[in-house]
């Protein structure tokens, strides 16, 4: 006997099934160019705050990247709000962290 789905649980797949290759490869892609863009710069970090805050939302990203493989946690909007100001922290974590070192080392040249 066949069951009818109308929906899968596995965000990744859910993905792909809504939006096709494009979207999918533009919403996730999205997703691993900010963790590569973050690890990339993570050494440039010197300040323990920056480099714990990005750590762990680069690891708080990648558990709900597992998380997605059991349920559709990207369509739920109190996790999508919180993920893109996650996001937005990161981001703005690794700019300043940077920025900020780059000043540093011209001033004192």
């Known amino acids: 006997i ?3 789905a109308e929906s899968t649980d596995n965000d990744f797949l859910r993905a792909l099934g809504e939006t ?3 979207g999918f490869l533009t919403f996730f892609g999205t997703i ?3 963790i590569f863009y973050s690890a990339k710069n993570y050494k440039k970090i010197n300040d323990i ?3 714990g805050l990005v750590a762990s939302i ?3 990203i ?3 990247l597992v998380n997605a493989v059991y349920i559709d946690v990207f369509e739920a909007s109190k996790v999508a709000y919180m993920f893109w100001i ?3 922290i990161l981001v703005a974590a690794v700019k ?3 920025t900020s070192q780059n000043t540093i080392d011209s001033k004192a040249k």
């Open 49 to 51: 705050f920056y480099a």
């Open 2 to 4: 066949f069951t009818e």
């Open 32 to 34: 691993v160019f900010i």
């Open 58 to 60: 680069v690891a708080a």
């Open 62 to 64: 990648i558990g709900l």
């Open 86 to 88: 996650m996001i937005a």
């Open 96 to 98: 300043l962290s940077t």
């Open 20 to 22: 096709g290759m494009l």
